[in-house]
Nanobody
């Protein structure tokens, strides 16, 4: 069982930056691929970024590539999402998620554990 708690959300002006954190419980954090997803009002939850268990592989949605950076510290059981050059369209609730088993995925249904989400609001 893994519990995930996100933090670091808030309100920022367009062009600004935020860093989200996701702290995980459990002794096998490094065995999980970790993803960040987001959900804007009235829209489906969508993939943003994923990092492999070792941290050696990352993948980004086209909409955030070059602006967001995902990283993890397995000693601290924490995954991060550094967001820069934020745009109003980045406004959403951001969720971290953990995927058990081999490989990583961009699919919402492939993840086994989810955090409660943290709100990010970007004003123009």
């Amino acid at each position: 069982q893994v519990q995930l708690v996100e933090s670091g959300g808030g309100m920022v002006q367009a062009g600004g930056s935020l860093r989200l954190s996701c702290a995980a419980t459990g002794r096998t954090f490094s065995s999980y691929a970790m993803g960040w997803f987001r959900q804007a009002p009235g829209k489906e939850r969508e993939f943003a970024a994923v990092i492999s268990g070792s941290g050696g592989s990352t993948y980004y949605a086209a909409s955030v590539k070059g602006r967001f950076t995902i990283s993890r510290d397995n000693a601290k059981n924490t995954v991060y999402l550094q967001m820069s050059s934020l745009k109003p369209e980045d406004t959403a609730v951001y969720y971290c998620a953990a995927k058990a088993g081999a490989g990583w995925s961009t699919g919402v249904r492939d993840y086994d554990y989810w955090g409660q989400g943290t709100q990010v609001t970007v004003s123009s």
